[in-house]
């Protein structure tokens, strides 16, 4: 199997797996690109997975649905471009061979998923639209702040090897919000280095990793003390848990 990401718009990717004759695409917002894809590399379009309900991940579905006849998955609660197979939480999704589990997200939309596979390519696989980015998370438009660190800490508890398909290419601005807020954190510097030598080549910073996110992103690590006294001292009234990661929340709202 091959897992390319496909650029589209400024800075999102569209997610395409493929066995040399069919393919699995995520989140296509834009049916150009995908069709540009398949053409070049022969490939017929068996299923596209969509995370949520946001345009710039469901603007290309009908399209592509007509000129391939790709089955459609999607949230259950969530308008999206009908006919689709309705998804919640612990439902399985069977694309390309590959049986999906279906986890829960709401905190960017309210009826958010992603999609998990224990082993492509002898590795685990996680497809997360807006709910995980590398070194961040997704604004909190439709949910609130306990849901969306609830489903962080469910995409935080994969294995490590998981590889982490997120939509967009928010990296490098990410991780400097990142090291304003965890200055000490040597395994953030080494990654940061990292991914600017990525993005300077032309290259994307993903897929990342469960492991990876583990050890640098602020948004999983809301519980580390150095993370904890950060936020305080940047928003002294944050008392718990939920407070202090949604106390960082607006606090990357406002970084500049
Ligand atoms: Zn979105
Ligand atoms: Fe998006």
């Not at 306990?146 to 962080?152: D, G, N, V």
């Not at 935080?156 to 590889?163: E, G, K, S, V, Y």
């Not at 990525?198 to 519980?223: D, K, V």
Request: aromatic residues 8%.
């Amino acid at each position: 199997m091959d897992l390319i990401a496909l650029p589209a718009f400024d800075d999102n990717y569209f997610w395409l797996l493929h066995d040399g004759q069919q393919a699995l695409v995520v989140d296509p917002g834009d049916a150009a690109p995908v069709r540009a894809a398949l053409d070049r590399l022969g490939l017929q379009l068996a299923s596209i997975l969509v995370t949520h309900h946001h345009g710039d991940h469901t603007g290309g579905v009908a399209e592509l649905r007509t000129a391939t006849g790709a089955r459609v998955f999607g949230p259950a609660r969530e308008r999206i471009p009908q006919p689709f197979t309705p998804l919640t939480g612990g439902d399985e999704a069977l694309a390309l061979g590959v049986r999906f589990r279906v986890i829960d997200v709401p905190g960017h939309t309210a009826g958010h998923i992603a999609y998990f596979a224990d082993a492509v390519n002898g590795a685990p696989l996680l497809f997360c639209g807006d709910t995980l980015f590398s070194g961040g998370c997704g604004r909190i438009f439709e949910g609130t702040p306990a849901q969306m660190l609830a489903s962080l800490d469910a995409l935080a508890a994969l294995p490590p090897d998981t590889r982490v398909c997120c939509a967009h290419e928010y990296t490098l601005g990410n991780l400097r919000f990142a090291r304003a807020v965890e200055p000490g954190n040597a395994a953030l510097a080494d990654y940061l280095r990292h991914c600017e030598a990525l993005r300077a080549n032309g290259m994307p910073t993903l897929p990342s990793s469960i492991g990876t996110e583990r050890a640098i992103n602020p948004f999983l690590r809301s519980r580390e003390p150095a993370v904890t006294q950060a936020v305080r001292a940047h928003a002294p009234s944050a008392t718990g848990e939920v407070a202090v990661f949604a106390a960082l929340r607006e606090w990357k709202n406002e970084f500049r």
